[in-house]
Nanobody
Framework: QVQLVESGGGLTQPGGSLRLSCAAS????????MGWYRHAPGKEREMVAT???????NLADSVKGRFTISRDNAKNTVYLQMNSLKPEDTAVYYC??????????????WGQGTLVTVSS
């Protein structure tokens, strides 16, 4: 089973930047898709950004123009570059991988989460 290790979270001021990394234990091209989700206290988990095996990306409206999802296939790593951070971006960010070991079988794997705090 693929394992995901996240890093890069921390504390920054409004307007600051952080880059999150998600390192997978196997080729990310073997996965249907990967993405970043976040969960803030009192709110539902929400999708932030996704990238498919083919490289198509999708971002939540709230982060378009500020966040970028990218990948380094050779390093089996997906990144989330976060610029112009706002206090409302504060959340635990989770890396996700959608795995399809068989034609009709699929499941999701999650990283442990990394805390992003945006505050002055």
């Amino acid at each position: 089973q693929v394992q995901l290790v996240e890093s890069g979270g921390g504390l920054t001021q409004p307007g600051g930047s952080l880059r999150l990394s998600c390192a997978a234990s196997e080729s990310i091209l073997s996965l249907n898709a990967m993405g970043w989700y976040r969960h803030a206290p009192g709110k539902e988990r929400e999708m932030v950004a996704t990238i498919t095996r083919a490289g198509s990306t999708n971002l939540a409206d709230s982060v378009k123009g500020r966040f970028t999802i990218s990948r380094d296939n050779a390093k089996n790593t997906v990144y989330l570059q976060m610029n112009s951070l706002k206090p409302e971006d504060t959340a635990v960010y989770y890396c996700n991988a959608n795995v399809q070991p068989g034609w009709s079988r699929y499941y999701d794997v999650w990283g442990q989460g990394t805390l992003v705090t945006v505050s002055s």
